[in-house]
């Protein structure tokens, strides 16, 4: 438990004209982490200290609230799990700090549900897929935003889910969480410039079919043209088209660590082009987390 004590005293001593106090001031502040926060933002609307202490306030809850993000971040990267919706939700904490979680596994549960009464074990792989793509796309209306690609609000999970648009990536995580819940084995496959999902033989199917299968898949779904399913050959038109070798790893599936790095890509990407560089130098920080 924090000293509420201090924390009022520190608070206090904000404005000071002093730099060298002011830095003491916010070096001590930033040790007590969240716990600080609700001083602060009481702080900054109960007390009239003039700009430069309201500025002062803003900045401080920015950096712990991003080094708090940072450090859940960390802690993700080096779990055993790497639960998925869990790192796109740290994620979106960057943009939206207070974020009600709970909002985002309760949505993903209803959609989840709409799913599986749908489904049952006596359907084809396609069959599953062709359900989903039912409740995602035409019960939920998901949809790729083609209008404003670049968007960062379609990159957080949250925003996605309530507006429901989003990029290939986030699509990609939303379809491939409640596949995976369901015990329905669909992969992110990271390509350049895009995001689909693979559908992995898990029966050793296409074996029987095609006398082998390189890639451990049945097939692939592209989410952001509303859950379109072909084979590999499309994705070696695609790599050929863009000037790209047919890597291994554009067949298969990635791990959630890649995924959740590449969603911090897709934001700095997002930033650029508005130039907000502020918000570029923090993703990159926060991408440099999963730096080999």
């Known amino acids: 438990m924090a000293d509420i004590q201090s924390i009022i005293a520190l608070i206090s001593l904000i404005d000071d004209p002093d730099e060298n106090v002011f830095l003491h001031v916010r070096d001590r502040l930033l040790s007590y982490g969240p716990e600080a926060i609700p001083f602060l933002e009481n702080s ?34 080096d779990s055993a799990e790497k639960d998925l919706l869990k790192g796109a939700v740290l994620v979106a ?35 599953k897929v062709y359900i989903i793509n039912k409740v995602l796309f035409e019960l939920h209306h998901f ?18 889910l309530e507006t429901k648009k989003g990029n290939p990536l986030s699509l990609s995580i939303i379809y491939s969480i409640v596949a995976q819940n369901l015990n329905i084995p669909i992969y992110g496959v990271n390509l350049p410039n895009h995001f689909v999902l693979a559908y992995l033989d898990e029966f050793g199917v296409k074996k029987f079919i095609a006398n082998e299968n390189k890639h451990g898949v049945l097939f692939y779904i592209n989410p952001f043209s509303k859950g379109t399913i072909f084979d590999e050959n499309e994705i070696k038109s695609f790599l050929s088209g863009i000037n790209q ?43 440099n987390l999963f730096e080999d």
Not at 50 to 59: S, W
Not at 110 to 124: C, V
């Open 245 to 287: 070798p047919h890597l291994k790893e554009y067949f298969e599936p990635c791990s959630n660590t890649s995924i959740i790095k590449r969603m911090l890509t897709n934001l700095i990407s997002s930033f650029q082009e508005v130039g907000n560089s502020e918000k570029v130098n923090e993703l990159v920080e926060l991408r």
């Open 93 to 127: 904490k960057y943009q939206y700090p207070g974020l009600h979680e709970n909002q985002i596994y309760t949505e993903i549960q209803r959609i989840q549900k709409d799913i599986w009464l749908e489904i049952n074990e006596r359907q084809t792989a396609l069959e």
């Open 143 to 160: 949809h790729g935003d083609s209008k404003h690609f670049h968007s960062p609000l379609n990159s957080y999970i949250n925003t996605v």
């Open 44 to 77: 900054w609307e109960e007390k009239d200290y003039g700009l430069l202490f309201q500025n002062r306030i803003e900045n401080l809850i920015h950096e712990i609230q991003f080094e708090n993000t940072k450090n859940e971040l960390q802690n993700w990267k």
